[in-house]
């Protein structure tokens, strides 16, 4: 439920200063303005944060574009954001080659079919529900399935950048973008 009541979308038509400017940088970017960036952009610190965070865990973490979105997915599901577990579904599924089986598995909340994304996913969930502070077993798991410890800290960063747009998108209750709309949570 929105608890935010007298903020609304920013039109990107009528956005001004640092707002325009922040709209008109996500619009070269993906190629629209998303409903969360329209919300996000209320404060542009904070959209501009968000972009920045995104665009260097995508550009840094060393994590192939599959397991970006299975750390993305892991932390809007642990968080409960209906808006990004649709989004990056979609560019899980048309974008990032997460195998339909994973991404299926994800979706449904069902164990995951491949042994080192589901250590992926199993230590950001984790990471997401201990505050920071996950079991040494499932610290030992994700190592042995043959990540980093410094990969860790890629997914600290992710966490912070998802906290950003799903906090956001519970306080505005953002609509799901028509582009991804089939990847709806039921």
């Known amino acids: 439920m929105a608890y935010l009541k007298t903020l609304s979308a920013v039109d990107h038509a009528q956005a001004q200063g640092a707002q325009k400017e922040m709209l008109d940088t996500a619009l070269k970017q993906v190629g629209f303005i998303p409903n969360m960036y329209a919300n996000m952009v209320n404060a542009p610190a904070l959209l501009g944060t968000y972009l920045s965070g995104y665009a260097r865990f995508r550009a840094e973490s060393g994590f192939a574009p599959a397991e970006q979105e299975v750390v993305f997915l892991a932390i809007s599901m642990a968080n409960g954001c209906t808006y990004c577990a649709a989004a990056h579904s979609m560019i899980a599924d048309k974008m990032s080659g997460v195998p339909g089986p ?76 028509d582009r991804f709309s089939a990847y709806k949570l039921a």
């Open 102 to 177: 994973v991404l299926q598995a994800i979706r449904q909340g069902q164990p995951i079919p491949d042994a080192k994304l589901s250590a992926l996913y199993e230590l950001t969930q984790e990471l997401v529900h201990t505050n920071g502070r996950p079991a040494q077993s499932r610290l030992d798991a994700y190592l042995q399935a043959g990540y980093s410890e410094q990969s860790i800290l890629y997914i600290v960063l992710a966490t912070a950048v998802k906290v950003l747009s799903n906090y956001s998108n519970h306080a505005f209750g953002t609509q799901v973008d």
